[in-house]
């Protein structure tokens, strides 16, 4: 995504028009023209004038190729929170159905966190919004993505909750609302500042796997292509993609870190007209290339249970390298890709897609109780948000933001994984201390390794504070259960 790019006005009224011709293209521009006044001289952080904003917000929806009433709702979401204009204005010009949109909106409020109490009482607001009008969450969430595009100009403080926020709530939310894309963007956006040193890492590691796959990936797609000539199925589009950051990191802890044991890093997607054709696309793939046993996954008869719908194989190719398959049609397709929001999509005919049973209405109290859960037992995460933080420097000066009453294990994780894993000892203000020691604001925090260190020491637990700790020293111990498990099981 690029956010350099300058978004406009006339861009956006250009996006609608060739996925909607018939839309209300004056209204658009009326909505436009109505919060760029509203928002007169008022600036974001970064400096720009605050109309980028809801703009910004609202190309993210017309690349889903949304209905217009939201795309005006969304030009027009933080007016009445933000300026002398009010929702009761909103409804003389905009009519019923964008105020209580922009109300719902507005309901939310902007971002606080004023302890605890407050937090969890706005996410229940957040649910209720939600569960009225599901729109309403769709509009918080590309206004949502604009501001992870533009956190740079918040406080660290600030940068550190809002990206977590994202990650553990909306972008969970998302999933289970079956938006694909729009929780791909939330994660690997906030991925980068709440975890920034894993972040550089994964980045890394799928930036180098995929430069070498480049040509392989080209051959794989052509003889695919040929294939299919022959067999007279036709492709409405075949294409790579590669595996989102988030979600690549996430693997790799469930897979010990071994890149080789991730099959999807780039993917092929094939998009056929009909379900016979995904069969049938299947059939010429295995024929084409060696299937990876145990691999094939059937989503299209078993779906999975945000909805998701495809045919899964990996193969494979010449070099012996492994790629994998998704086969799908093209509403398949839509859905995968938009979820909830492709109920208010428009085809090319301009005309709203009817979607069958509304499934997902059912779905919202569970996505309620699931996130209530989430939260009460989530100790963690108010320790992660709403502590007040620590300052503390490594010994070259680079500053390590932690949450009060952190240990320098915290802080080795927060370095890097491997130096939490062999992480030995510590020094604090050059003095040697108990990897147990409370660290205070303004501390010079040196860890000593052992290279030959196996892991963590389960014990940490006890002590650690940070989710990033608890996570990788509870992986480490489940991993060395799992290679335990294996070493007693009897020889193949
Ligand atoms: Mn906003």
Redesign the pocket.
């Known amino acids: 995504m690029n956010k350099q790019k300058k978004e406009t006005i006339e861009k956006l009224l250009n996006k609608i028009k060739e996925y909607h011709p018939k839309a209300d293209l004056d209204m658009i521009q009326l909505a436009y023209d109505f919060a760029a006044s509203a928002h007169e001289g008022q600036k974001r952080r970064t400096g720009e004038p605050y109309i980028t ?2 703009l910004a ?1 609202a190309h993210i929806l017309a690349d889903t190729q949304i209905d217009p009433v939201i795309i005006i709702a969304t030009l027009l ?2 007016v009445p929170e933000d300026t002398s204009v009010t929702l009761e204005d909103i409804k003389k010009n905009f009519g019923s159905e964008v105020e209580s949109l922009v109300r719902g ?1 507005t309901k939310l409020g ?1 971002l606080k966190y004023r302890g605890v109490e407050r937090y969890i009482e706005n996410l229940r607001k957040m649910f209720i919004a939600m569960a009225e009008d599901v729109r309403v969450m769709i509009i918080k969430f590309a ?1 949502r993505i ?2 992870l595009r533009t956190l740079d100009a918040m406080p660290p403080q600030k940068k550190y909750r809002i990206a977590l926020e994202s990650l553990e709530i909306y972008a969970s939310i998302a999933n289970r609302l079956g938006m694909e894309e729009i929780k791909g963007e939330l994660e690997d956006l906030s991925f980068k500042y709440v975890y920034p040193k894993d972040y550089e890492r994964v980045k890394k590691i799928r930036d180098e796997k995929i430069i070498g796959k480049k040509q392989y990936l080209k051959n794989v797609i052509e003889k695919t292509e040929k294939a299919f000539q022959e067999a007279h199925v036709k492709i409405i589009s075949i294409q790579g993609r590669n595996k989102r950051l988030y979600s690549l990191y996430k693997k790799l802890l469930k897979k010990e870190n071994s890149v080789a044991k991730i099959y999807d890093l780039v993917a092929i997607r094939i998009i056929v007209p009909t379900i016979a054709d995904c069969y049938a696309t299947l059939g010429i793939l295995h024929h084409t290339f060696k299937p990876l046993k145990g691999r094939i996954k059937d989503y299209i008869s078993q779906p999975k249970p945000n909805g998701y719908k495809s045919l899964h194989t990996t193969v494979f190719g010449e070099s012996g390298e492994n790629v994998e398959f998704q086969i799908r049609t093209s509403e398949m397709h839509q859905d995968a890709e938009y979820g909830v929001a492709a109920h208010w999509h428009y085809n090319e005919y301009g005309s709203r897609s009817q979607k069958k049973d509304i499934e997902w209405i059912k779905e919202l109290a569970n996505i309620q109780k699931d996130m209530l859960d989430k939260l009460t037992d989530l100790e963690q995460m108010k320790i992660d948000f709403l502590q007040t933080r620590i300052f503390v420097f490594t010994p070259k000066g680079d500053v390590i933001d932690l949450p009060e009453a952190a240990t320098p294990v915290d802080f080795a994780y927060h370095i890097h994984t491997e130096v939490g894993n062999k992480c030995n000892g510590a020094l604090i203000n050059d003095t040697m201390v108990s990897l147990d020691t409370e660290l205070k604001n303004g501390d010079v925090v040196e860890i000593i390794l052992d290279k030959n260190r196996k892991g963590p020491n389960p014990d940490w637990l006890n002590f650690v504070k940070t989710a990033t700790a608890k996570n990788h020293i509870r992986t480490n111990q489940k991993n060395k259960l799992t290679n335990w498990i294996k070493s007693m099981l009897p020889n193949k």
């Open positions: 904003h809801p917000a979401h933080d909106i902007k206004d604009h501001n």
